[in-house]
């Protein structure tokens, strides 16, 4: 993770690039535990949605020190990639066994909420795009999970 950086993508408009900039120091701040910086990313009330079994919140438990929390548990990013204001993470646990996607919302440099998928797949496709729209209906991925085996573990898609 120490050298992890995002990759910025052809077409990406400033804003993007800040928010996976914002994204990326959260990570690095878990990894090396500054909280300082991890306070000054998150908004006070972070806004949290859940997929998956209970015993995987670990981003839950690592950010508020809840029981059963397990430091040994490592996010290893990667790839991560912004679509306006939202920021996906997709990764794995140091150890390989667990794939994790996050999907994250910045707002003004200031990350307002957090979607998290274990072991789930996750396609996210554009819905406000007039080329969609005019396609009746048919909505086209713009991003899929790459580490879920897609035909053993639950499919979700998340509409931007």
């Known amino acids: 993770m120490a050298n992890f950086q995002p990759c910025l993508q052809e077409g990406e408009d400033a804003e993007e690039a800040r928010n996976k900039t914002t994204v990326t120091a959260l990570?690095?701040?878990?990894?090396?535990?500054d909280v300082d910086v991890v306070h000054l990313l998150l908004a006070p009330?972070?806004?949290w949605w859940f997929?998956?079994?209970?015993t995987h919140q670990h981003l839950n438990r690592l950010l508020t020190g809840a029981p059963p929390y397990d430091p040994s548990f490592k996010f290893v990013p990667l790839s991560i990639v912004a679509f306006g204001s939202m920021v996906l993470v997709e990764g794995f646990d140091d150890c390989r066994?667990?794939?994790?996607?996050h999907a994250?919302?910045?707002?003004?440099?200031i990350i307002t909420q957090v979607r998290e998928y274990y072991n789930t797949s996750v396609t996210v496709t554009r819905l406000s795009s007039p080329e969609i729209r005019s396609q009746s209906g048919?909505?086209?991925s713009v991003w899929q999970s790459k580490l879920a085996d897609n035909e053993s573990v639950p499919g979700l898609v998340l509409a931007l």
């Open 27 to 33: 990570y690095k701040a878990l990894t090396s535990n």
């Open 45 to 47: 009330y972070l806004e």
């Open 51 to 54: 997929h998956g079994p209970p």
């Open 97 to 101: 066994s667990v794939s994790w996607v």
């Open 104 to 109: 994250w919302t910045v707002t003004d440099g």
């Open 138 to 140: 048919n909505c086209q």
